[in-house]
C-alpha cells in the first residue's frame, strides 16, 4: 500500500511540474513560451516543438521557405497556406470538419514589430465521435513562416483560452538578429 500511494505521488507531482512555461528562443528570430514537458523535432525546411497542456496539445512550428513566404505574403496567399493547414489537420485526424473561421488579427499586444501580421483559422471537427478545436495562428517574420496550432477537447476550449492566450502574447521578436 505504501508503495502505491509513493508512486501516486510521485506521478501526480511530475504531472503537476510538468504542466509549467518557460521563455524559449525558438530561433534567432522570436522567442515565446513553451511548455517544460515539450519535444523538440526537425522536420523539412524547419522545426517544430510539441508539448501538452491540461489535455491540450500544442504544437510550434518554423519553415525556412523564403519562397514560400514570398507566395503567401498577403491575405489571399496566406489564406490559401491556411486552408492547407485545414487539409493537413483533417487528413491527420481523420476527423470531418463542423465548421472554420478565417480572420486576421490585428489586435494582439504582441505586435511590437511593424509588418508582422497573424492569420488565424480555428477548425472544429469531429474525431471519433469527440468534437475537437483546433486553433491555428500563423505569421512570416523575416522570411520564415511561424504556425503556433492548439488541439484540444470541444468541450474544454474555454476552460484554457487564457492559456492561449499567454502563449501567443509571450512572443517576443528580435530586431536585431
Excluded at 4 to 33: K, R
Excluded at 56 to 65: A, P
Aim: hydrophobic share 40%.
Amino acid at each position: 500500500m505504501l508503495k502505491f500511494i509513493y508512486n501516486a505521488i510521485v506521478f501526480f507531482s511530475l504531472n503537476c511540474f510538468s504542466q509549467e512555461v518557460f521563455q524559449y528562443e525558438f530561433d534567432e528570430n522570436i522567442t515565446i513560451d513553451v511548455l517544460d514537458n515539450a519535444e523538440e523535432g526537425v522536420i523539412a525546411n524547419g522545426k517544430f516543438i510539441r508539448g501538452i497542456y491540461d489535455t491540450e496539445i500544442i504544437v510550434y512550428t518554423k519553415f525556412d521557405r523564403i519562397n514560400e513566404a514570398s507566395k503567401i505574403s498577403d491575405e489571399k496567399g496566406m489564406n490559401k497556406f491556411l486552408k492547407g493547414i485545414k487539409k493537413g489537420v483533417l487528413n491527420s485526424t481523420k476527423g470531418t470538419l463542423i465548421s472554420e473561421t478565417f480572420s486576421t488579427t490585428e489586435d494582439f499586444k504582441v505586435f511590437s514589430v511593424e509588418n508582422v501580421k497573424f492569420f488565424y483559422i480555428k477548425i472544429v471537427l469531429e474525431v471519433q465521435e469527440q468534437k475537437k478545436i483546433v486553433e491555428n495562428y500563423s505569421f512570416i517574420y523575416k522570411g520564415a513562416i511561424y504556425s503556433i496550432q492548439f488541439m484540444i477537447d470541444g468541450d474544454n476550449f474555454d476552460k484554457n483560452k487564457a492559456f492561449r492566450t499567454n502563449i501567443i502574447e509571450s512572443i517576443k521578436f528580435n530586431e536585431y538578429h
